[in-house]
Structures are given as C-alpha cells and as structure tokens.
C-alpha cells in the first residue's frame, strides 16, 4: 500500500473510481495498479491501500493498523451503470464491497487536505467519490445506509483460508 500511517483526526475515506463499461471490462481483464495516483496521495492521504482483496477486507486492515474506526455509507459507493443494467442492487453491492482485482484506491485525507486532493483529481483525471469518514471516535469497521446501521456476512478474498 502507498501509505499506512496511523491518524486520530478525522478524515475523509475516499475511493477511486471509473464505472464505464468497456473500462471496467478492461480493468477485469487487465488490472493496472493505481501507481501513479497513489504517487500523487502520497502527502496527501493519511492513509492508503488498493482494491485487491475486496474493501471489507482491505480497509480492514488500514482500520487495524491505524487504531482508528471507519463509517461507510454503502449508498455513496460507486456502481457502473453498465454493472446496473445486468444486477440487482443487492448483487451490486456485494461486489462493491467484497470484490476485488480491481485495484482501485481506498484512502483516507484529513479535511485540511481536502483543496490539495481537489487539485490532484483535476490532475489525475480520475474521480474520487467520498464513501465514509474514519476517526478515532469510530469503533472498528461500520456500515451505514440511509443513516442506519447495517451488517453483512461477507468478507473479502482471505490469502490464508482453507479451502
């Protein structure tokens, strides 16, 4: 991961994002790691991971190693509308949240930072979409929708599980 520093203050838990359709066959097909992007976070974000394992799993590890908690509005998450055309809502966000291979960006940016990100977005050309917020105030690895809490027994791809 480009950076996994640990934070108290409040951030903003972002992710990258590209949902059309033949870009997202491609991004299957032929994942391309997000370097250059995690470049240009690197003094911006105060904490990052890619996609590979599913954000469940993946941001689970930047909630351990940062001893702070996350809140995900499982509403904010991107969905291609390519992807929407062919699955349910329900079917969607299980992808969304426990797929992986994509190599997207999760990452958090304290709100002082936020005009730098603004900036790196206009250069990147990538939108970013805000999913949450992480703080030390938050407690472990929470979902929300419609302002409700929300449980889900998935889990992302776990490299050591039995088969």
């Known amino acids: 991961s480009p950076v996994r520093r640990a ?15 033949h870009y997202l066959i491609q991004r299957h097909l032929r994942p391309t790691p997000r370097i250059l992007h995690g470049q240009a976070l690197r003094d911006i974000a105060s904490a990052a991971i890619d996609l590979s394992d599913g954000l469940i799993s993946d941001l689970g590890h930047i909630v351990k190693a940062s001893g702070c908690g996350a809140r995900v509005d499982v509403d904010a998450l991107p969905k291609s509308d390519a992807m929407m055309r062919h699955v349910d809502d329900g079917q969607a966000l299980r992808w969304a949240l426990s797929g992986g291979e994509d190599y997207e960006l999760c990452f958090t940016v304290p709100e002082l930072n936020r005009g730098a990100l603004d900036v790196a977005i206009g250069q990147l050309g990538v939108p970013f979409t805000c999913i949450g917020q992480m703080s030390a105030d938050i407690e472990g690895l929470n979902f929300v929708r419609d302002g409700m809490p929300v449980t889900f027994d998935w889990k992302g791809y776990d490299h050591f599980a039995t088969p």
Not at 10 to 21: G, I, K, P
Request: proline share 0%.
């Open 7 to 21: 934070t108290a203050l409040q951030n903003r838990l972002q992710v990258s994002e590209e949902t059309d359709a």
